[in-house]
Structure formats: C-alpha cells, structure tokens
C-alpha cells in the first residue's frame, strides 16, 4: 500500500510493504520494509532494520517509468542489526551493517561487522 505520515511514526514492529513517505522518524523495535516504489523518510531507529526491494516487479515498468523505481531515501538510518538494498542515506549507523546492491551512503559507523556489495557504493565507513 501507500502511506505518509507528516510527522514522526513509533510503533513496536513496522512491516511496511509498498511505498511510503514519513517527514519525520520511524522508530520501532523491528523495522522490515519492502519497496514497491519510491520512498522515503528523514530518520529509522531501531534494533533490526531491513530494507530490500519487491522480488516481483509488474512488466519491468520501474525501469521505464522513474516515479516507480524501487528505492528509499533516508537522511540518517540507525540499528543493531542494519541490512539495506536499493537505499539512499546520508548516514548509517550499526553494530552489524550490510550494505547490499544498489544502495548509496555518504557515511557508514559500525561497531562490529560491515559488509558492501559490489554492487553499492559508500563514501566513507568507519569502526567505531
């Protein structure tokens, strides 16, 4: 489905599944969203966060058509566990961060493992 929140959203679990646009933060224990579309959020906090994209696209149309590509924008992202596909984010922070095919990040902090795609680029990562 399709929501947008103008301000902030907490909630124990989050499974979103579709496109969505929150202005403020997401916050929830466990956090699993699925792109069907373009989304995007200022902050997510929690202890597992999961992003990854539709495995069953409708006749390829993301590739012909932008609005519909498949992809989260995120200013800040902040987990124990972070495992991200086809995201943008300015920052990423994590004990264990996975950094999986299509994803953009300026900056990732990780305590314990970090793992990039080949297929994903980060600008900077440091341990902290």
Known sequence: GIIKVAGDCEVERAELNGAFTIDG????????????????V???GGEVITVKRNRHPILHLDKLIKPLSKELQADIIEGDIVKLEYTKAN??????????????????????DLNISEKAVVKKSEKF
């Open 91 to 112: 920052v990423v922070r994590g004990k264990t961060v996975e950094i999986g095919p299509g994803c953009e990040v300026e900056f990732v902090e990780y305590s314990s």
């Open 42 to 44: 200022k902050e997510i």
């Open 25 to 40: 933060l997401l916050n929830a224990d466990q956090v699993e969203i699925i792109l069907h579309g373009k989304s995007s």
